[in-house]
């Protein structure tokens, strides 16, 4: 089961662009009953993984802006340790129906937005360069893949059509590499404080490089628009039940406290 759900994300990731975080984080909640804070920490580490084998094509293509790259880094590395270090603080406080019902409701916002920006005409990319002002925007990007394990790849993508000139390859492959680098910090922290399941993580991964192969000889056989737009009603629907997951849990606390 495990093996097979890593291989049905990476290869979703692979034909849709759609985020490592925002599928296996609510997947693995609610199918496999995983603990939030252990949830975040193995989906950024797959995420990681699976975007490792994405990352060189496109810094082999010199598809990848170091300029821009840097803008994001700059202060998404903090955010992203922010965000893992607020998620960490909270394992084990008796908040965790608060933390169902904030994750589901970050990744169905996150799911939606993306959702509606792909039905939306897309004008190409920005006619300015406005990449010095990236770090405002990055900075609560990071923190929600820390805290989430979401939005580097649905939200980087958006800001970067937004606010450069780059091309749509600049962009995939730009934000391709942020999410994997700050993944990889984010998924160095909850490692180092033991929000993981090691083996869980190994059959992710087993079932996630598989996928990820297998889309990559799919992609451009198979039309991206109908399955990115059925990931993301799918995340969406994901998200709101894992709110209404929280909300369950956390109106008794709320009811003991307004008494």
């Known amino acids: 089961m495990d093996i097979l759900l890593g291989f049905v994300i990476a290869l979703a990731i692979a034909l849709t662009g759609v985020g490592a975080g925002s599928m296996t984080t609510p997947l693995l909640i609610l199918f496999l009953r995983v603990p ?54 909270l394992k084990g406080s008796g908040y965790e129906g608060w933390l169902y019902a904030i994750l589901g409701t970050l990744i169905a916002l996150t799911a939606s937005f993306h959702l509606y920006r792909t039905l939306r005409p897309r004008r190409g990319s920005g006619q300015h360069d406005r990449s010095p002002l990236l770090p405002w925007l990055t900075l609560p990007i990071g923190a929600e893949v820390g805290f989430s394990s979401a939005g580097a790849g649905a939200l980087g993508s958006i800001v970067l059509f937004g606010m450069t000139k780059l091309s749509a390859a600049e962009v995939v492959g730009t934000d391709l590499c942020f999410g994997l680098l700050v993944s990889a910090v984010g998924s160095a922290f909850h490692v180092s404080t033991g929000n993981y399941d090691s083996w869980l993580l190994v059959k992710l991964a087993a ?38 997951h929280g909300q369950s849990a956390v109106l008794p606390h709320l009811q003991a406290v307004l008494r």
Not at 53 to 58: E, G, L, Q, R
Not at 216 to 232: D, E, F, N, T, Y
């Open 36 to 89: 939030p804070t252990i949830a975040v920490g193995t989906a950024l580490t797959f995420g990681a993984i699976v975007k490792i084998i994405s990352v060189p094509a496109y810094l082999w293509r010199r598809q990848v802006n170091p300029r821009v790259l840097g803008f994001m880094l700059l202060v998404g590395i903090p955010g992203v340790l922010g965000g893992s270090f607020l998620l960490s603080s």
């Open 207 to 244: 079932g996630g490089i598989l996928g990820a192969i297998t889309g990559s000889m799919l992609a451009g056989r198979i039309a991206p628009l109908p399955m990115r737009l059925a990931v993301l009603l799918m995340l969406v629907i994901l998200g709101t039940q894992l709110a209404f």
